[in-house]
T-cell receptor, first 109, second 114 residues
């Protein structure tokens, strides 16, 4: 039961550039979460945005949510090599968190 | 030092054998989850538990079993009935049930069955 779909599947940028990842979902949600996963590791929670919020910031991260378009975006500003990871959006469906397939971000020094 | 631990990090088994993956948390969280991740894929929910002695099937529960006898522990058994058990298994916990809460993940166990 796929709820969130990330786009693009892979993104390669130079250090210092901004990275934007998008997530689209099918059914209405109460909130949407973004997670990061370094290769071979567990996921780390980044941001939770509620359905009545349009934008949220955390350090170099900015998340937007457009419930009318059923989409969210994650912007990482001034990227660093350490930002290289996979990024997943997750939405609630029937009380369970459903993860998308992720965007693989590569930041080259 | 609070967190979730999973052991072992790597596990190798022969086909036909059951294997149990350990997950322990000291965050005092009520809910715990098991996910499976295949290469280049997102996470798929196997089982989850909201409270001690209670658990529910996720999207891909066939061939797996769990128990929740203690709040801190949620072991996952991969049985011989699981047709394609080789995968990366992630355990998570959250303060409460559902998607209102962020989930805290363990480091994962990579299971290889040959």
């Amino acid at each position: 039961s796929q709820q969130g779909e990330e786009d693009p599947q892979a993104l390669s940028i130079q250090e210092g550039e901004n990275a934007t990842m998008n997530c689209s979902y099918k059914t209405s949600i109460n909130n949407l979460q973004w997670y990061r996963q370094n290769s071979g590791r567990g996921l780390v929670h980044l941001i939770l945005i509620r359905s009545n919020e349009r934008e949220k910031h955390s350090g170099r991260l900015r998340v937007t949510l457009d419930t009318s378009k059923k989409s969210s975006s994650l912007l990482i500003t001034a990227s660093r090599a350490a930002d290289t990871a996979s990024y997943f959006c997750a939405t609630d469906q029937g009380g369970k968190l459903i993860f998308g397939q992720g965007t693989e971000l590569s930041v080259k020094p | 030092d609070g967190g979730i631990t999973q052991s072992p990090k790597y596990l190798f088994r022969k086909e036909g054998q059951n294997v149990t993956l350990s997950c322990e948390q000291n965050l005092n969280h009520d809910a715990m989850y098991w996910y499976r991740q295949d290469p280049g894929q997102g996470l798929r929910l196997i089982y989850y538990s909201q409270i001690v002695n209670d658990f529910q099937k996720g999207d891909i529960a066939e061939g797996y079993s769990v128990s929740r006898e203690k709040k801190e522990s949620f072991p996952l058994t991969v049985t011989s009935a699981q047709k394609n058990p080789t995968a990366f298994y992630l355990c998570a916990s959250s303060p409460g049930r559902g998607a209102r809460y962020e989930q805290y993940f363990g480091p994962g166990t990579r299971l290889t069955v040959t």
